[in-house]
């Protein structure tokens, strides 16, 4: 996966090799293998050591186009997916020219990971409405416009393609 660090010009590309049962994880960062001895995993919290360095990770903001995290108490903010970004506001561009209608439609193809509302749920426009995973990545389905969830059209689980009604918005 790529990121960019805010301020920083510069793209780092991380990827898993492997883990091994005994927390030591084998990772390449800009195509330079490193391990990493995994101490603690919490919910959003991570505590490793690499480079005989400790280091804990705590996860504040976890979006499709990006994710705020402490390290070490520095807060640090990385864009994910930079051009994943790009087409996604392209998309929701494209969406928004009928934003007067009530159909609040899937981005992307995906399964459906939670359902962030329920029917008869007043929201607010930019209000998450569904997580969907795609290629191993969660997005939030945001609302276009305020009003009352009428109808939930999928479920928890089920697949999605793009375009597909997620919800009827009142």
Do not use: C, W
Request: charged content about 25%.
């Amino acid at each position: 996966m790529e990121y960019k660090i805010e301020k920083i010009n510069q793209f780092i590309s991380g990827t898993l090799i492997t883990s091994k049962h005994d927390g030591t994880v084998f990772v390449s960062i800009n195509g330079n293998e490193r391990s990493l001895k995994v101490i603690m995993v919490d919910g959003n919290e991570l505590e490793f050591i690499l480079d005989n360095k400790f280091y804990n990770v705590k996860i504040i903001e976890s979006l499709s186009s990006h994710v705020r995290l402490t390290i070490n108490g520095q807060q640090v903010s990385l864009k994910k997916h930079s051009k994943l970004a790009d087409i996604l506001g392209r998309s929701l561009s494209q969406s928004e020219k009928g934003s007067g209608e009530n159909r609040l439609s899937s981005q992307i193809p995906g399964r459906v990971v939670s359902m962030m509302v329920k029917e008869g749920t007043e929201i607010k426009k930019g209000d998450s409405i569904a997580i969907l995973e795609s290629m191993k990545m969660q997005i939030a389905v945001k609302a276009h416009k305020d009003g009352t969830i009428k109808e939930i059209k999928v479920k928890e689980g089920s697949t999605v393609s793009r375009n597909d009604v997620i919800a009827i918005i009142e």
